[in-house]
């Protein structure tokens, strides 16, 4: 007997960086970008604490493409997707893991900017740069997850 299992993922949250799209040597369409998520809570002592946490998005096919011209830094998000994690060697030739949400869906909320034009949700994104880039020679040994094959017209994109 199979045992069930769920690998779901859904955030809110603000674009910390205007989305990278690439394309495989295969020509599949791949896009990354950052999604900054907030929480508050009051301590015992009544203090407001605030934590941000900073997610990795990658997105395959026509949704990366969809996303490289909907989306820009600072936009709200609403998005779904699986957690999966990537292995890589990095610059220091030291093996990292990261931690990625691969794409399924997404609905694209208002204009994002505050007031100053800057949303105060992604003013730490600097540090995160790096990180959130995939170097174009790395992208020939990414595989895309295996799907079922669609065929979507225009006609079927809800917006």
């Known amino acids: 007997m199979a045992s069930r299992s769920l ?9 910390t960086r205007d989305p990278e799209l690439k394309y495989t040597p295969a020509g599949t369409a791949v896009c990354t970008f950052g999604v900054a998520t907030n929480r508050s809570w009051t301590t015992a002592d009544g203090q407001t604490k605030e934590e941000t946490q900073y997610h990795r998005i990658v997105a395959w096919q026509k949704l990366a493409e969809l ?4 989306l820009t830094k600072g936009r709200k998000i609403y998005l ?3 957690l999966t994690y990537r ?3 990095g610059k220091d030739g030291i ?3 990261v931690a990625e949400i691969i794409l399924d869906d997404f609905i694209v909320f208002g204009d994002g900017a ?3 034009g800057t949303p105060e949700e992604v003013r730490g994104e600097h540090a995160i740069d790096e990180e959130f880039t995939i170097p174009h020679e790395e992208i020939a040994h990414y595989e895309e997850p ?4 669609e065929d979507v017209g ?3 994109i809800p917006f």
Do not use: C, Y
């Open 7 to 15: 690998n779901r993922v859904t955030l809110i949250g603000n674009l």
């Open 67 to 70: 996303s490289g011209k909907l």
């Open 80 to 82: 779904e997707g699986r």
């Open 87 to 89: 292995n890589f060697t």
């Open 95 to 97: 093996q990292k893991t």
């Open 114 to 116: 505050r007031k100053n």
């Open 146 to 149: 295996e799907r079922a094959k």
């Open 154 to 156: 225009p006609d079927d």
